[in-house]
């Protein structure tokens, strides 16, 4: 009602201006431009700005993960079953390796993907490393069990993931805060590179992991010892690669969404892969 007054009265003053003996006149260009000005000031102030706090709603997928206790049945039953499955391996007479990936494998990271949410955004790799150097992502159910049995049972574990390589620190920080039984001796962990980016218009190469799963096969993986030293015996010597497990098919040597024989995959679970479940993003997207 107020607004309507205002502009009334503008209007009034415009069309029947005072006698040019007492006041100017005010030319009706410049009035008008006035009454578009002051118009639009009250507008906007008394229109809410929907964009400040307005919260979105989180994806079925990140509730699905977050609190579905089917997601915790599902994927403590698939490290259980692979755990007693290693626990029965038997494992070739040369050292041998775990490769592994982290992401929605050892960690889960839905309370990153419900924030995103909640904003109206997805995923941004400014926003995603700020996630990361948190160190606040939680073990995926099952996963520091099957962890310290492939390290019981004398094994390695390479953990070849598509966080950047500048990033493994605090990857690494994460996982030995929640208890995952991890040294530079028993453990490596390879984050991407540009060379593993650019990997995959080499020969041999599917994927952009095929190039670290290679490398640490064939013992070249420099980066697991180039700052221990120490370690660099353990790594720098060929080794069978027994199991692989990931949340995304691209986790598996030589593999994508386009070549994949499913049939032929499903032979292999419980053999020498395990896949868990992530219908959050993947390659499949």
């Excluded at 995103?116 to 069990?145: F, H, M, N």
């Excluded at 995952?180 to 995959?200: E, H, L, W």
């Excluded at 030589?254 to 024989?261: A, G, I, L, P, S």
């Amino acid at each position: 009602m107020i607004f309507f007054s205002f502009i009334f009265i503008l209007l009034e003053t415009m069309m029947n201006p005072k006698p040019a003996n007492l006041t100017k006149r005010i030319p009706m260009t410049k009035s008008f431009v006035l009454i578009l000005i002051c118009c639009s000031s009250l507008l906007f102030c008394t229109q809410p700005n929907k964009q400040i706090n307005q919260e979105f709603d989180v994806s079925s997928a990140v509730k699905w993960t977050m609190n579905s206790a089917e997601y915790q049945i599902i994927t403590e039953h698939l490290y259980r079953t692979a755990t007693q499955n290693i626990d029965t391996f038997e494992f070739p007479k040369e050292s041998w390796v775990v490769v592994m990936d982290v992401d929605e494998t050892l960690l889960n990271n839905a309370e990153y993907n419900r924030q995103r949410d909640l904003l109206g955004l997805g995923y941004s790799s400014g926003s995603w490393a700020e996630w990361v150097k948190k160190e606040t992502a939680t073990p995926v159910p099952g996963s520091i069990e099957f962890v310290t049995q492939v390290l019981d049972e004398g094994g390695q574990i390479a953990l070849v993931t598509n966080r950047e390589r500048e990033l493994d620190s605090f990857t690494w920080n994460n996982l030995t805060a929640l208890g995952f039984p991890i040294n530079r001796y028993n453990t490596c962990i390879m984050g991407r590179s540009q060379a593993d980016k650019n990997s995959v218009s080499m020969e041999g190469m599917i994927n952009d992991k095929d190039l670290r799963r290679s490398q640490i096969a064939s013992g070249r993986a420099k980066y697991c010892w180039e700052d221990y030293p120490e370690v660099k015996e353990v790594w720098n010597r060929p080794l069978a690669i027994v199991y692989q497990v990931g949340d995304n098919i691209k986790d598996f040597s030589q593999t994508t969404q386009e070549n994949v024989d499913t049939k032929a995959f499903i032979k292999r679970i419980s053999s020498d892969v395990l896949l868990l479940p992530n219908a959050v993003y993947g390659s499949w997207e």
